[in-house]
C-alpha cells in the first residue's frame, strides 16, 4: 500500500540534516544560552501530537478547515500542522526575541526541502502559504485567518505537563512561572458535551491556574477557536505542596 501524503512528509522531517540542526541551535539559545524551558524537538513531539488531536475532533465537528478554500482535503490541512508544528520554533536558532519572525525567514527553503516530491503545483506553494501562516499566527498577538493556525496556537500553549509550560521560566529558579508550571500534571484533549473540544487539566497544585489564566486563555481567547473549545481544570487528591521556603535574592 502507497505511502500517504502525511506518511512521506512525516518521513522527510525526521530525516531533515537543516532542521535537526536548527532544532539543536533553538535548544543551544533556549536552554544553555537563556536557562529557559525546552523549545526543540520534545516540544515539536509534543505540539504535533495535541494539534493533530484537536484538528481530528473540530473536523469530525464539520468545522470548516483552512486548506478547504483552496479545495484541499484533510490529510493536506494535518500535512500543513505537522510542517508548522515541526517549524514554528526554528527561529529561536537565531534570538528568543521575535522568534515567530525568524521561523518566518527559515522555514520557507526548509519547506521547499520538505515537499520535494510530495506535493506537484499549485497544491505545494498552497501548502507553503498556509504552513507559514500557521506558524506566524502561533505570535501572541497576530489573528490566525483559518482553523489550522488557531489550532497550532492552542497545542502550542497545552505542551504546559510537568514542567514543560509554554511562559519561558528560568530553569532551577522558583518563580511563578516555574512553580505553576509543576503543578499541571496532565492535559486531557476529549470530545465536549457543549462544544466539540473539551481541553480537561488535572493539577497538583492551584497555582497551575496562572498557567492556564496567564497562557492558555489569552491564546484561546485570539486562536478564533473559543466558540469551538470548552476547558476546565481541578486539583485531584490531595493539594501538594511545591516549594517549602522562598526567600528574595
Known sequence: MPETKLERVRRAIARSARLRALSICSNITAIDRLKINDHGPTHVRIVTRIALRLLELLHRAGVRL???????????????????????DVGHAIHRADHELFSMVLAPSLLDELLQGIYEEPARTVILAETL????????????LTVEGGILKVAD?????????????????????????????????????????HIHVRMTNSAGIFQLDSLLKEKLLTSGLADHIEVSAEIEGEEKKIIGRWSLD
Do not use: C
Not at 483552512?66 to 514554528?88: F, K, P
Not at 501562516?133 to 490566525?144: G, K, L, M
Not at 522558583?174 to 508550571?181: L, N
Open 66 to 88: 483552512g486548506v478547504e478554500d483552496h479545495g484541499l482535503s484533510y490529510e493536506d490541512a494535518q500535512v500543513v500542522l505537522v510542517l508548522g508544528a515541526a517549524l514554528h
Open 133 to 144: 501562516h500557521a506558524i506566524w499566527a502561533h505570535r501572541t498577538n497576530v489573528r490566525p
Open 157 to 197: 500553549a497545552l505542551d504546559m505537563e510537568k514542567g514543560r509550560a509554554r511562559i519561558p521560566f528560568q530553569v532551577g529558579k522558583p518563580t511563578i512561572h516555574s512553580v505553576s508550571a509543576l503543578a499541571i500534571e496532565k492535559v486531557r484533549i476529549e470530545p465536549g458535551k457543549e462544544k466539540p473540544v
